[in-house]
């Protein structure tokens, strides 16, 4: 058929991550309903990767799309300098007091890369705005933060980054904290902390940088010492947030507070782009001024569009009903479980789980993320009704939280399936 959605894709589309050339075709999805995807010729797919980390409630929810379908006929966008509307104050409100902190404000934008420009943004003009500036942010080896300039800048450099390496600003990279370095790495903020504006950090789960897992007292340490020495801690929880790491967000499961926190992902149950950048009144209040150049000169068109707003705020009465945690609690332990399975295959490498993630490398071919077993994994899974895209040889599940029992089991058994055929015949890199 000449005139498939796939032919007119390949006619004007240029899809993300990907590479057209010799690239499988990408499967039209018509629908899309709790955990499962559905193509123009009525097959399913279980949705492993809650599409990209945003679905938290399942595909189409009803209850959002209803709040959708009557903000939508209300205001469904309005400039948001000289303007304020209700959905934007509302869940300004409502997720305040559910922050990991002390946070009094919240400033939005479109999506996890601008949550985290705007950030970076904050805290180095928090410092020049003082008079005081510092010149220098501090990130994570392996970390990832987006795509944008600033995002990338702060990210570890990488097969994503790399054509853009002389354009990217150097932060001081320092790896995450283990009890072997975590006194080596205070001593170093002590030494360095001075020139440190801030501090990006993906809190105990790095996602893109391969589901990298540390532990919440060395990173409580870690975050003890930067703040002596005056560094904004901006935590980065675009991904590890609403559920993700088994608690609503992942500062839950720390006793330091940060001074900024970046948002996006399941903000809005995964229905709308949205980002928000929540802060303190003291990094606030820096940019207070008779001066208009102390100003936060950033803006979207779309700054807390009414529609995005409505979303999560409807996203949010969801995160609020008892089965949202309880769910959560349920995928967490059946994760914990399947350990135990995947410790019992020699080529499953360092097999770990966190809440809803589970991840472990296939030990054949080189890490990274261009391991051709990726790709292989992916269109095996989809022959049999999963979505699963690993990172290089780092495999994980992350599915939403609505994820059946049995759906639960059907990827278990392909993990498994998986787990054995490699053993048997490694795929080169
Ligand atoms: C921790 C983290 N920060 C930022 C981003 C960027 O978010 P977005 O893709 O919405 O720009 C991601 C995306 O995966 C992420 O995992």
Excluded at 56 to 85: C, S
Excluded at 114 to 128: P, R
Excluded at 179 to 185: K, Q, S
Aim: charged share 20%; net charge neutral.
């Amino acid at each position: 058929m000449m005139n498939s959605l796939t032919d007119r894709d390949r006619r004007v589309i240029w899809h993300p991550y990907t590479q057209h050339k010799g690239y499988l075709p990408p499967i039209p999805v018509v629908k899309g309903k709790d955990s499962l995807l559905f193509d123009d010729q009525g097959n399913s797919y279980i949705d492993a990767v809650s599409s990209w980390w945003v679905t938290i409630h399942g595909h189409a929810n009803p209850y959002i799309a209803e709040k959708l379908y009557r903000q939508a006929l209300l205001l469904e966008q309005v400039i948001f300098a000289g303007f304020t509307h209700e959905p934007a104050v509302a869940l300004a409100e409502r997720l305040l007091p559910l922050l990991p902190g002390p946070f009094t404000r919240v400033f939005y934008s479109d999506n996890g890369s601008t949550a985290v420009e705007v950030a970076i943004k904050m805290a180095i003009q928090f410092w020049s705005n003082q008079d005081r500036p510092r010149r220098k942010v501090l990130a994570f080896r392996h970390s990832y933060h987006g795509d944008t300039f600033g995002a990338m800048s702060v990210s570890e450099r990488s097969v994503f980054t790399d054509p853009f390496r002389d354009y990217l600003f150097d932060p001081v990279f320092i790896d995450m904290p283990t009890r072997e370095n975590i006194d080596e790495l205070r001593a170093f903020l002590q030494l360095h902390g001075p020139q440190i504006a801030g501090f990006i950090y993906e809190p105990l789960l790095q996602g893109a940088g391969g589901m990298r897992m540390c532990e919440a007292e060395l990173l409580d340490r870690l975050l003890d010492a930067a703040s002596e020495q005056g560094i904004l801690c901006i935590a980065d929880e675009v991904m590890t947030g609403f559920g993700r790491t088994g608690r609503l967000f992942a500062g839950e499961y720390l006793r330091h507070k940060a001074d900024i926190l970046c948002l996006s992902k399941g903000l809005t149950g995964g229905t709308m782009a949205l980002g928000v950048t929540a802060t303190t009144e003291r990094l606030f209040e820096a940019f207070l001024s008779d001066d208009k150049r102390k100003t936060l000169f950033h803006g979207h068109s779309f700054t807390a569009n009414p529609l995005a707003c409505t979303a999560a705020l409807a996203s949010l009465d969801l995160v609020q009903r008892p089965e949202f945690l309880a769910n959560i609690r349920r995928i967490s332990e059946r994760h914990q479980v399947f350990l135990s399975t995947l410790h019992s295959y020699p080529i499953a490498g360092n097999p770990r789980a966190l809440g809803t993630v589970l991840a472990f490398e296939i030990k054949t071919g080189r890490d990274g993320y261009i391991n051709a077993i990726g790709p292989a994994i992916t269109r095996d899974a989809l022959a049999k009704g999963v979505y699963l895209r690993p990172l290089g040889n780092t495999v994980y599940f992350m599915p939403p939280y609505c994820i059946t029992e049995k759906e639960m089991d059907q990827v278990y058994d392909l993990l498994v399936h998986c787990l054995m055929q490699y053993s048997k015949q490694p795929v080169s890199p």
